[in-house]
């Protein structure tokens, strides 16, 4: 009778895991898809609610909410214990939606849009820490390819979905749909997940938050109203740009002295992990801006569908999902990684060129093959960052690890999307001026990114002008990334090839040992 439990209960062990990486990812999609939904419904929000010129804030909540409270969560888990700060981030990002749904007015959404994002602040960084936690380093291949179909599944339905809950059930709904896929997560996780519980000896370093979150403000803040609401040269922009310099500065000063920092900057020291940080930093700045401009491309100049956004991008993702699953087996298989930051810089370089040499003239299937290069190079970089990002650090800073390699990543993003979008901005109206007069620049006066419907009333000479000034923009902004992609390659050349959990005798390196992974299901 005992060897009968000892198996039933070796045979049960998987399968809890199993569930609980089902909960996990989709508590990832939950963060992942929520802006692509919100996004697509913003025009009937605005037409219910009014309030168009705090349109922009609606997003940019949720944006600064999730950022500044990203390392926050991860230090909560790491001193008070996962299951508990993902469970609460969950429970806030779930009422922060169903107020949403039932706001009234722009201010009130707003408002809970920000609720809802501090929530989403603990999803992405409980489930890559409460993975390091289950899954040995070298084991955690085998799911790179399930974290990259989430996040290519968000991207290509997040528009589509988006579109047919508004249509069909009305805007609320955007947010309500949040309710129950959340509350499936939150049942498994509750029920199935078990994790040593944290009794911290020290408070959390509350003035080291305080000053982080300022820091992080003022840069998304920066990134977010530089060349849109204010001009980068103003005093507004300079204002956020001292006080950000002047947080980050005190931050990084009383993080030396902080009993219990929140973000302990030992783990630095680690070659490979801040090694790590700026690969992923370079990672979110070219992924958003090819999410953000290929669209757009592809709309404006190759006239297809903006219904059907999502799906042009279903080469990049394609290639990812499938690029991550090979890397993800190989890893496991083998144990060694060093190879894949390298060829994936090199990858994401040369797709990025490529897509600046699209013109006019360039047909859907050379700039599909262009994009899936950029895509199998983000393919061997989204996953292997935070795999060798946990694997540098031990066991007690998985949680600070995690949440600074997503923060990185966000905050890549968020200069990405203003950096390349003020290129694109710029040449976009320099060409309308210069091919289309005096009417091209008032064409382009109000925002550089026309919708289809603004396209088709342009004049037939103004919109062969546009389409050029897109090409021409969009060529900037690629070649903008793959330079900056360059600081990615240069990274990846000297990532250290440290054995994973499994893979061969370990090294006593100090940090760069992988920390063992106790019971954890």
Known sequence: MADAGIKDKAEKKPQNVRVVLLALMIAMMLAMLDNMIVGTAMPTIVGELGGLEHLSWVVTSYTLATAASTPIWGKLGDMYGRKGAFLTSIAIFLAGSALSGMAQDMGQLIGFRAVQGLGAGGLMVGVMAIIGDLVPPRERGKYQGLIAGVMALAMIGGPLVGGTITDHWGWRWAFYINLPLGAVALAAV???????????????????????????????????????????TSARIMELIGIGVAALVGFLFWETKAAEPVMPLHIFRSRNFSLMSVIGFITGFVMFGAVLFLPLYQQSVQGASATNSGLL??????????????????????????????????????????????????????????????????????????????????LKDMGVASSSTTLFRT???????????????????????????????????????????????????????????????????????????????????????????????????????????????
Do not use: C
């Not at 200069?415 to 109206?429: E, S």
């Open 190 to 232: 509750g029920a199935v997940l078990h994790l040593p519980r944290k009794s911290a000896k020290t408070r959390i370093d509350y003035l080291g938050a305080g000053l982080l979150t300022i820091g992080i403000t003022a840069i998304v803040l920066v990134t977010t109203w530089g060349g849109t609401e204010y001009a980068w």
């Open 313 to 394: 991008l279903l080469p990049m993702l394609g290639a990812m999902l499938v690029v991550s699953m090979i890397a993800g087996r190989i890893t496991t298989n083998t144990g060694r990684y060093r190879l894949f930051p390298i060829a994936g810089s090199a990858l994401m370089i040369a797709g990025l060129y490529l897509l600046s040499l699209m013109d006019t003239d360039t047909s859907r299937l050379t700039s599909g093959l262009y994009m899936a290069v950029l895509g199998a190079g983000m393919g061997f970089l989204m996953q292997i960052t935070m795999l060798v990002a946990q694997n540098s650090v031990e």
């Open 411 to 521: 905050l890549g993003s968020s200069f990405g999307v203003a950096i390349m979008g003020a290129l694109f901005n710029h040449r976009v109206q320099d060409v309308m001026t210069e091919r289309a007069g005096a009417l091209g620049s008032q064409v382009t006066q109000q925002s550089a990114q026309l919708d289809a419907a603004s396209l088709a009333k342009l004049p037939e000479a103004a919109r062969d002008a546009y389409q050029h000034a897109v090409s021409s923009g969009t060529h900037g902004a690629f070649l903008l990334g793959a330079i900056v992609a360059v600081v990615a390659l240069a990274a990846s050349v000297f990532v250290k090839e440290v054995p994973l959990k499994g893979a061969g005798p370990q090294k006593t390196e100090g940090a760069e040992t992988p920390a063992p992974v106790g019971e954890a299901v």
